[in-house]
Each structure stands twice: as C-alpha cells, then as structure tokens.
C-alpha cells in the first residue's frame, strides 16, 4: 500500500525556520517526482515545490524561491522541504504527493496529476 506521512509542522514566529518530512512506504520514492503543496484557509491548493527524479530539477512557487529548499535521502524514503524566512502568509496545511512518474508534470502547481497524498501537517507562522 502506498502510504505518504508529514510531519514537522509547528508554530514558528516570521523569520523562522521549520523541516517538514515526508515519509513515503509501498514504493520507492527516487523512483518518482515528489511535489509538496500547501492549502491556506478559504483558499485553493498551490504547489510549492517539485522535484523530478528524472533529471534531479526542482522547482519552486515564485514566492517560495530562494527560501524552501527541497530535499530526499533515498535511503530512507523520504523527502523534505526546508523552510526558512517564513512568513505569516506561508501559514497552511501542507502535503506532500507523488505522480506516476520521474518527472514533474508541465502543469504541477494544480496538483491534478498528483494521484497519491498524505494527510498533511499545519505550519503556523505568527507576525
């Protein structure tokens, strides 16, 4: 069974700085692209990360770029998402997903083609 577990969520103040992990079982995850995304109350999903295992690209949401930083130890099979200079409005729920293959899909931000999830963890950044 595929299985995909957050955690490293928390209350930070700005500036701060927090490590999410995801955690992935019933499969390999360098063989596939990774996406973390996050949804804020009363607003729509976004994509805040991808990483292609195809090629080792990653890319970033504009307003992410520069401050997150995407990660994976194969050995473990899991993926991380560093996340420094936080920000009030980078309060969400955020979840990590996988899609049927090595590569980011051209539209990833939408999240659409992403067909495995976990739960997500709640990162708070207080002002």
């Known amino acids: 069974e595929v299985q995909l577990v957050e955690s490293g969520g928390g209350l930070v103040q700005a500036g701060g700085s927090l490590n999410l992990t995801c955690a992935a079982s019933g499969f390999r995850l360098g063989d596939y692209a990774i996406g973390w995304f996050r949804q804020a109350p009363g607003k729509e999903r976004e994509g805040v990360s991808c990483?292609?295992?195809?090629?080792?690209?990653?890319y970033y949401r504009d307003s992410v770029e520069g401050r997150f930083t995407f990660s994976r130890d194969n050995a473990r099979n899991t993926a991380y998402l560093k996340m420094d200079s936080l920000k009030p409005e980078d309060t969400a729920i955020y979840y990590c997903a996988t899609v049927n293959r090595a590569y980011c899909p051209h539209r990833w931000r939408e999240g659409r083609a992403f067909s495995s999830w976990g739960r997500g963890t709640q990162v708070t950044v207080s002002s």
């Open positions: 990483f292609s295992s195809d090629d080792g690209k990653t």
